[in-house]
């Protein structure tokens, strides 16, 4: 089956399986969000907990994301991800101690003797929701703005600037997303909340916070999505495989691709639906419109970075060292290995949201903290 | 610029060029910060991988007999690995990341191969952990007892998976098979996914890591259970905990010693300099004894190299060939052997080594020089030689010698007393650990363990000695690999990412602080809930 398809085809496959994982951990990001909302939704010791153990029953979901995200990155574009990783270290090195903090964090909070007291863990959890969300925003960003790198004739990267990969946290355009995948985590962290608790105290805090949130997200969104469409992209000359600078580069792919336009129309009006849904009526809904909406606007911009003949991880500093997605995969034969075990996704999420199901059933409310066991 | 899909040159790294530039301190601080996020990380995961399985077992019984004893038993023991696992989780990502920002140019010219194993370790086994050990922890009052049960299994099950694509792809780095190097990319592509996942050292080091890791969670709880009964607490629950673990342990003990005894013939056949390493052996020969036990000392007057001398030792004779040939007749080579050549039993000096790796880097520089000029015909000449086997076994099976032209020969030979000494402290606690649990099981079945307080004693002192011997396995398959990351076709100093020291000076300080502290609470952490007894919310 996936032996017959050419290299192109492969390639393309796995762009679009890593974009998916990469919009699906966006969305996910509302455990990130949601623990920046620690101190100030809740505000009694007995409100922290049940915000805290909404989350945690979702943190490793979002984190097993993130590591498979890496890996298949790893796996299907092997030179993007030494370009990148070994290139931008210091965005991904704090992006990674952002997350080595969360892990322990849920565990460790309440348990007696835990050394460096509740107070701290809880921080931690805040500051893997600023930093892990606004970093990945950042990083993401430098996909359209570009990268100050060269690949010497050994294709080892050697990066321009010394303070290797900070200096994209300083490019507005980059700056504008990563507030805006802040602000969307936050927002999607309160309509989960929502959700999933109940408690009147927290749910109308909740729904005041959204307010709040829910316009700079959609500013932020627009400044960056207008920019998008305005400046210039990385494009490739299909037959040289020469890049160029080409005006309104993202704008014709988008018209290029109807399809991807859709998608991200549609999704900008169901993260919109669902925050209406969330300041507009006491349930819970919205998320079910926000979380999809997220992964079709996420996925739709992955696209505009790599398809239609652009390259996805650019570098501005020069330009025939850029990546795409045919100079930087993996060989045909790995490809096609890899893309065997890919059937085994859709069983994956069946069983996620199966296990996902059977926990939820039921609203977390105070007495089921005092109750249950498993408490963290 | 680039023409066509895939035409990189990447980590065409030419010696004279790349390896003069480099700074050791960058090479050294990178290995020293990758080393102690694995060794920190490895703390954790065995005792993961052992504890899940022996919890499984537990709620199977609790589920079949309704007894609530064993329900409080497996919730205790639960609650343990939970704290591990978070903790694991937190060092293990770090790793993953670490290939990338610190070994990108080995990511490069492995990533057709280990990225594979990594997506697949991401797709299959991450998601099952992660999932059931969330229905695991929360599902004692939400779903069924047999879902619940089931989500205990997965999780063990999840967990080993996890661990069989990471040993997959270290294996693929001490014994590279399955693949070919495709000049086009520069970089060793896959052609066998059976080939590497099957290859015989894949197989022992997962067989080998998994049932020492098994091991380990066992002396682990037969270690907690003999405090309880020193201190004549949870007599019941500490006595079941121990007839599990000495079963588990026993059984797992007999496999480690097995396992390991067949990854030492595999390291003496594809990786000889490790081996020799291994037993600081310098001349070798046949009808080799054993070194049981010895203390080497350096001894740098006698060679161009620096040679380990035994200030004494216990010998057992022939027992090294046997070890590895099965015969007390076979070679077993030494050091000099290898370093020097010896023409008798078939081994080829390094200094020729050199000179043909050096051929075979050569003939790929002037093979992207002809695709350069457009030179059609020396390109396709030279193209050709990379299939050609006779060609391939002369030459390209020495690439990574190349690249130590007009450096010194010591570079190649492992840190030998640090593998000497990891190897035999590995040993010779694995022969205590099989005792150990003979001993435990044995007065278990006939109900009179914790009747010597002197052998609970003994328990609770060898709890940590099999974090000893895990960690001293892991120095010995890994720096005895040096100076290589892919076996004798890239050298570390080739693999590592051009940054300033500093700036992993930094990072590794930070992480440093941040595990020790991450430690030291996980350690108050567990002797707490330790103390509480199942008993204790």
């Known amino acids: 089956m996936f032996g017959n398809l050419s290299l192109l085809e492969l390639q393309q496959y796995w762009y679009v399986i890593v974009s998916l994982l990469g919009s699906i951990l966006v969305f996910l990001f509302f455990v990130q969000g949601g623990q920046t909302f620690i101190f100030k939704i809740g505000k009694s010791e007995a409100e922290r907990t049940i915000i805290v153990n909404s989350l945690g029953r979702k943190w490793e979901f979002t984190f097993t994301t993130l590591v498979t995200f890496g890996g298949a990155f790893f796996a299907s574009f092997p030179l993007f991800y030494a370009t990148s990783f070994g290139g931008a270290y210091w965005v991904w090195m704090a992006i990674l101690f952002a997350f080595v903090i969360q892990a322990v964090s849920y565990e460790f909070r309440t348990k007696a003797s835990n050394f460096l007291g509740q107070r701290t863990y809880e921080n931690f959890l805040f500051i893997n929701g600023l930093l892990g969300t606004f970093l990945v925003g950042v990083a993401v960003a430098t996909f359209f703005s570009g990268s100050r790198f060269s690949l010497n004739e050994m294709n080892n990267v050697i990066w321009a600037t010394g303070a290797h990969g900070l200096e994209a946290a300083l490019n507005p355009f980059n700056l504008s997303l990563g507030l805006t995948v802040f602000f969307l985590a936050r927002v999607l962290g309160l309509l989960y909340f929502m959700k999933t608790i109940d408690n009147r105290n927290i749910i109308d805090r909740s729904r005041k916070a959204l307010k709040n949130n829910a316009l700079p997200f959609v500013v932020f969104f627009l400044i960056f999505a207008v920019w998008l469409m305005l400046r210039k992209g990385f494009a490739v000359n299909p037959n040289t495989a020469e890049v160029f600078m080409e005006p309104y580069k993202y704008l014709h792919n988008l018209l290029a691709m109807p399809a991807v336009m859709v998608m991200f129309l549609a999704g900008v009006l169901a993260v919109l639906g669902g925050i209406a849904l969330g300041l507009l009526r006491y349930g819970g809904n919205g998320i079910w419109f926000a979380g999809p909406g997220t992964i079709l606007v996420v996925f739709s911009l992955f696209m505009l970075a790599g398809f239609n003949n652009t390259a996805f991880y650019p570098s501005a500093y020069d330009l025939q060292s850029s990546l795409t997605i045919q100079n930087s995969s993996s060989s045909h034969y790995t490809l096609v290995a890899m893309s065997w075990v890919s059937l085994f996704i859709p069983f994956v999420l069946a069983y996620i949201i199966f296990a996902w199901r059977a926990l939820n059933k039921k609203k977390i409310d105070e007495k089921e903290m005092q109750e249950e066991h498993h408490v963290y | 610029m680039r023409s066509g899909p895939i035409t990189c040159w990447n980590n065409l790294l030419i010696p004279e060029q790349m390896l003069e530039s480099i700074d050791m301190s960058l090479v050294d601080w990178s290995r020293g910060q990758f080393a102690l996020t694995a060794m920190f990380h490895w703390i954790f995961v065995p005792l993961t991988l052992g504890l899940s399985f022996i919890v499984a077992f537990m709620h ?478």
């Open chain 2, 60 to 537: 199977t019984i609790y589920v079949r007999t309704g007894d609530e004893e064993w329900k409080q038993t497996t919730k205790f023991w639960m609650k343990l690995f939970g704290i591990n696992f978070a903790i694991g989780v937190a060092t293990g990502i770090i790793l993953e990341f670490e290939f990338g920002t610190n070994w990108s140019n080995y990511s490069w010219f492995v990533g057709d191969i280990f990225g594979a194993p990594l997506a697949i370790e991401g797709i299959l086994a991450f998601f099952l952990e992660s999932t059931f050990i969330a229905v695991m922890f929360f599902g004692w009052n939400k779903v069924s007892k047999r879902f619940h049960l089931l989500a205990s299994w997965l999780t063990a099950f999840g967990a080993s998976l996890s661990a069989v694509w990471i040993l997959v792809a270290n294996a693929w780095m001490q014994h590279p098979v399955g693949t070919v190097f495709n000049p086009e990319t520069a970089r060793n592509e896959m052609i066998s996914f059976w080939d590497v996942i099957f290859s015989e050292v894949a197989v022992n080091k997962f067989l080998h890591t998994i049932s020492s890791s098994f091991l380990l969670a066992s002396i682990f709880v037969i270690g907690v259970s003999a405090w309880f009964l020193l201190r004549k607490r949870e007599v019941l629950f500490a006595r079941r905990s121990t007839v599990i673990a000495s079963v588990f342990g026993v059984i797992t003990a007999i496999a480690t010693i097995v396992t390991g005894d067949s990854s030492a013939r595999i390291v003496a056949r594809e990786q000889p300099m490790k081996f020799a390493a291994m037993e600081a052996l310098y001349e070798g020969q046949t009808h080799a004894p054993l070194v049981a036990i010895g203390a080497v000392r350096t001894d740098t007057s006698s060679s161009s190299y620096s040679r380990e001398d035994f200030i004494f030792k216990i010998e057992i004779p022939n027992a090294l060939s046997y070890m590895v040939f099965l015969t007390p007749s076979g070679f077993v080579p030494g050091i000099s052997d290898l370093v020097f050549g010896n023409e008798e039993e078939g081994y080829i000096s390094y200094e020729e080594r050199i000179e043909r790796g050096a051929v075979a880097i050569q003939t790929l520089k002037d093979l992207k020089k002809a695709k350069d000029r457009g030179d059609e015909q020396s390109y396709n000449t030279l193209r050709e030689k990379f299939n050609d086997p006779v060609w391939l076994d002369q030459y390209y099976q020495h690439f990574g010698f190349g690249y130590y032209k007009g450096r010194e020969l010591k570079e190649l030979i492992p840190n030998v007393k640090l593998s000497f000494y990891s190897f035999h402290v590995m040993v010779i606690l694995g022969g205590h650990f099989l005792i150990f649990t003979i001993v435990a099981l044995w007065l278990s079945l006939k109900n009179r363990w914790g009747n010597h307080r002197w052998l609970l004693w003994v328990a609770l002192l060898t709890l940590p000695m099999p974090w000893i011997a895990s960690q001293a396995g892991w120095v010995v398959a890994e720096l005895g690999r040096q100076p290589w990351v892919v076996y004798e076709l890239m050298p570390t100093i080739a693999a590592v990412t051009r940054l300033k020291p500093v700036a992993v000076q930094i990072t590794f300080w930070i992480f440093l602080l941040t595990f020790t502290l991450l430690f030291i609470a996980e350690i108050r952490i567990m002797l707490s809930q330790i103390k509480k007894g199942p008993g204790g919310k």
